[in-house]
T-cell receptor
């Protein structure tokens, strides 16, 4: 009954350090997403993956890379962290292409990773 | 990046009052979604709207998909303290990779005074 699990929940980095945020879902969903949430900005899409083996850029991909390791896992990597990347990061998953027919929830979100870069 | 215009940004209301918030866009969407986010948690889906003009209820919540497909509103009737949180609208777009992606509004922060 876990849904979408994100690790770690909190992290503090120094400028220039690298880090990988992990996300795993146990709902057998095909599509996975990474968002960042900043005050007053809502959620902005960083990258998404339609299915295992594919990734696409969202609205704010610069400074990030992703890996869709398998159907369950989708990781987000900061190669050289910058203070502007201080944010709360959310991972989400959804079923592939059929939410309007199944009426299932279009997206399930994890509880977020709070990342501070000094 | 593209974001939806959501208003109001924040509201303070008395317990028992009705609440209304809306979301507008210059783009057409085929699906509108409304989420609620509690502190320290991820957003949770409240209502999904799949057809222009559709009016859908979920308990005390009612949402409508605008006829132009460029707007949506959410109403909460008889608010209670646990309604406090941030409410987000989201529009669903198809992608060339065959899945959907979601554009979110900037959020409405609701505070309910007992």
């Amino acid at each position: 009954n876990a849904g979408v699990t994100q690790t770690p929940k909190f992290q503090v980095l120094k400028t220039g350090q690298s880090m990988t945020l992990q996300c795993a879902q146990d709902m057998n969903h095909n599509s996975m997403y990474w968002y960042r949430q900043d005050p007053g900005m809502g959620l902005r899409l960083i990258y998404y993956s339609a299915s295992e083996g594919t990734t696409d850029k969202g609205e704010v991909p610069n400074g990030y890379n992703v890996s869709r390791l398998n159907k369950r896992e989708f990781s987000l990597r900061l190669e050289s962290a910058a203070p502007s990347q201080t944010s709360v990061y959310f991972c989400a998953s959804s079923e592939f292409g059929v939410p309007r027919y199944s009426r299932d929830q279009p997206q399930h979100f994890g509880d977020g990773t709070r990342l501070s870069i000094l | 990046g593209q974001q939806l215009n959501q208003s109001p940004q924040s509201m303070f209301i008395q317990e028992g009052e009705d609440v209304s918030m809306n979301c507008t866009s210059s783009s057409i969407f085929n699906t509108w979604l409304w989420y609620k986010q509690d502190p320290g948690e991820g957003p949770v889906l409240l209502i999904a709207l799949y057809k222009a003009g559709e009016l859908t209820s979920n308990g005390r919540l009612t949402a409508q998909f605008g006829i132009t497909r460029k707007d949506s509103f959410l109403n909460i009737s008889a608010s209670i303290p646990s309604d406090v949180g941030i409410y987000f609208c989201a529009g669903q777009l198809g992608t060339t990779s065959g899945t959907y992606k979601y554009i979110f509004g900037t959020g409405t922060r609701l505070k309910v005074l007992a």
